[in-house]
């Protein structure tokens, strides 16, 4: 089945930590996008990407990062310059007119 | 820029009521919009889409039309459930690969 995978679905990170979420798609997408979700609000946009080894900032990109080495592959880290991590985290990819989601990670500092 | 306005929430309904979420945009050009559902701790599934003015978007009972005089995408359905509980998300594409979202309605439907 085509789709997006993310991993872990849950983790736990000491504060001063990096921590890297996966995203995967085999749907062929040039297009994918991460985005946060705080509880009760909607998604802002953190990166995308619209083609390999090409990338560009959201509205909040400070303190993250990420790379598009393959077509596939869309990880982000979290850095320890992002102050209030804790979140839900969304990987998104689209084709021209739709766009898809998986599953979520959701991200806790202790 | 761009931006969708989608009425807050929650929502608390009856099962067997009739439901309305507002949605209203601003964009330049003609966008694409959508209604997506997300259930407790899952991802963000597309419930239904329109491409242009007077375009009827339906899926699973749901259904929304594309008014541009008015710039509106509401969503309604006829006779909600229990399982329509969930939050739901307005947004609308311009074809540049950005999606802007609307926060989110969530909706609770009691048996």
């Known amino acids: 089945d085509g789709g997006i995978t993310q991993s872990p679905k849950y983790l736990f990170r000491k504060e001063g930590q990096n921590v890297t979420l996966s995203c995967e798609q085999n749907l062929n997408h040039d297009a994918m996008y991460w985005y946060r979700q705080d509880p009760g609000q909607g998604l802002r946009l953190i990166y995308y990407s619209q083609i390999v080894n090409d990338f560009q900032k959201g509205d909040i990109a400070e303190g993250y990062s990420v790379s598009r080495e393959k077509k596939e592959s869309f990880p982000l880290t979290v850095t320890s310059a992002q102050k209030n991590p804790t979140a839900f985290y969304l990987c998104?990819?689209?084709?021209?007119?739709?766009?898809?989601f998986g599953p979520g990670t959701r991200l806790t500092v202790l | 820029g761009d931006s969708v306005t989608q009425m807050e929430g929650p929502v608390t309904l009856s099962e067997e009521a009739f439901l309305t979420i507002n949605c209203t945009y601003t964009a330049t050009g003609y966008p694409s919009l959508f209604w997506y559902v997300q259930y407790p701790g899952e991802g963000l599934q597309l419930l239904l889409k329109a491409t242009k003015a007077d375009d009827k978007g339906s899926n699973k009972g749901f259904e929304a039309t594309y008014r541009k005089e008015t710039t509106s995408f509401h969503l309604e359905k006829g006779s909600v459930q229990v399982s329509d509980s969930a939050v739901y998300f307005c947004a609308l594409s311009s074809g540049t690969y950005k999606y802007i979202f609307g926060t989110g309605t969530r909706l609770k439907v009691l048996a």
């Open positions: 998104a990819s689209s084709s021209y007119n739709e766009q898809f």
